[in-house]
């Protein structure tokens, strides 16, 4: 089954940007349907950016709309989530996770993925 390593994530002051990766190993990482999670201190997991394994439909969080960005490169078995204008209340572990899915749906919930990297932190300072 695929692994995930995300790499990327650092101390930034408000306003920066950084780029996070996620690699994936194991089977043909373009089978997978895509998607990029957060969770802060003491809240949920939540729904951060996805993507079809094909590269198409992104679909984004209100709260990221126009500031995040979703990408992949499936000959490369990585994706990508390009973070701009970044705020102190982005703050948070930022994980990648993956599952096999060619549907039309956009998959927002953490129980819809079955694979998952093990985070990397990104830190915003004001």
């Not at 129980?111 to 985070?119: A, L, V």
Request: charged share 15%.
């Amino acid at each position: 089954q695929v692994q995930l390593v995300e790499s990327g994530g650092g101390l930034v002051q408000a306003g920066g940007s950084l780029r996070l990766s996620c690699v994936a190993s194991g089977p043909t990482f373009s089978n997978y349907y895509m998607g990029w999670f957060r969770q802060a201190p003491g809240k949920e997991r939540e729904f951060v950016a996805s993507m079809k394994h094909s590269g198409g439909l992104p679909r984004y969080a209100d709260s990221v709309k126009g500031r995040f960005t979703i990408s992949r490169d499936n000959a490369k078995n990585t994706g990508y989530l390009q973070l701009n204008s970044l705020k102190p209340e982005d703050t948070a572990v930022y994980y990648c996770a993956a599952t096999v899915y060619w549907g039309t749906q956009v998959l927002r919930m953490p129980d819809q993925y079955d694979h998952w990297g093990q985070g990397t932190q990104v830190t915003v300072s004001s």
